[in-house]
């Protein structure tokens, strides 16, 4: 039985650090176990110029654990005035290294995003000319469109179009949650690539509402049927280069989480390798935990995998992992994955 397991350190291709208090409380938590990380830029007010990028990044940089060789890959928040120019400039000289595309509307801090499609083809153009790759939120907003089926309608209705009428756009769909996203991916041709969450993997949406609410394991995209976490599941295991590992780990304080209308998003920084661990473990995986966490992420964005490891050990007795986080405005609570884990980092 294997009770030892080294990788490469692995990246972290869609993360939340917030910013102020939040940030220099939850950042620890990602550069602890993470070389790499794409930042989201949905902050108040969202981050949508290169010089927006070029200032959040210094105060992550100052917010670092001393010693830390953290390394925070920055995006810009595509608006429907976002300038071509300035992404450009922004990607020519290393300043950011995608950007992220929130239709207006769909998650945490997205109704500066994108409602008109067609008002930001000339930025997609560009992106597609200097082979700069943008991540996806895929969901459609359209309130008459369940929210179960808002990933499947998007694949069909935005998704698809829009590379069609970009084609050289390397593309990132994130937070895949469905096997129709999973089989798009799969079978789509072009540079197209899909992020898997950590609690995606470990959970459906009987977890969320059966027996009450929890509010903790509220998401979105939300989580989906069982078969959907199956798929996922498979497609994450599979050893298949377009599936990497995307945490979208989003701090919110308790008291946002735990009330009449509660923030989505999961915190999972603390503790993602050990879950993964578990699932690939469960899933008779491990031998591709490494390309999941280290190697196919790095490939679909044109950078070197990381040549420094980190190691994973299987005890006996659980890890100890807190259940909160403490910053200076209240707790943040940590994903519980529901059973004890027992692969911890050394």
């Not at 294997?2 to 939340?16: A, G, S, V």
């Not at 000319?129 to 469109?145: A, K, N, Q």
């Not at 990132?172 to 041709?189: K, M, N, R, W």
Request: glycine share 8%; hydrophobic share 40%; charged share 20%.
């Amino acid at each position: 039985m294997t009770d030892t397991l080294t990788l490469r350190r692995p990246d972290d291709w869609h993360l939340h650090l917030r910013d102020g208090a939040m940030l220099r409380a939850v950042l620890p938590e990602s550069a602890r176990d993470f070389a790499r990380a794409i930042i989201m830029p949905n902050l108040v007010p969202p981050v949508v110029t290169g010089a927006d990028a070029a200032r959040y990044r210094d105060r992550i940089l100052a917010a670092l654990p001393e010693g830390s060789g953290f390394t925070p890959l920055m995006t810009l928040y595509l608006t429907e005035e976002t300038d071509p120019a300035d992404v450009a400039a922004a990607h020519a000289n290393g300043l950011i290294t995608a950007v992220k595309l929130y239709p207006a509307g769909a998650t945490t801090n997205s109704a500066s995003g994108v409602s008109n499609f067609d008002n930001v083809r000339g930025v997609l153009e560009t992106m597609a000319e200097i082979g700069l790759p943008l991540c996806f939120h895929g969901e459609v907003t359209d309130p008459s469109v369940d929210i179960f089926d808002r990933e499947d309608v998007f694949l069909d209705t935005v998704l698809d179009p829009l590379r069609r009428a970009t084609p050289g756009l390397k593309v990132t769909l994130e937070h895949v949650t469905t096997s129709q996203g999973v089989d798009y991916i799969t079978q789509a041709d072009g540079e197209i690539a899909g992020t898997i969450t950590t609690h995606h993997l470990m959970i459906n949406r009987n977890h969320i509402l059966a027996g009450g609410i929890r509010p903790h394991y509220y998401c979105l995209p939300v989580a989906k049927r069982a078969t959907h976490q199956e798929a996922l599941r498979r497609a994450a295991t599979s050893g298949n280069p377009r599936f990497f590992l995307g945490t979208d780990s989003a701090p919110h304080l308790d008291a946002a989480k735990e009330t009449a209308c509660g923030c989505a998003g999961c915190f999972t920084a603390t503790n993602t390798l050990s879950c993964l661990a578990h699932v690939f473990e469960e899933e008779g995986a491990l031998d591709r935990l490494e390309g999941f966490t280290s190697l196919n992420g790095p490939a679909h964005y044109g950078l070197p995998a990381n040549e420094d490891t980190i190691t994973l050990v299987k005890s006996a007795t659980p890890v100890d992992y807190p259940a909160q986080i403490a910053t200076p405005n209240g707790p943040v609570t940590l994903f519980d994955p529901g059973h004890p884990l027992f692969w911890r980092v050394t």
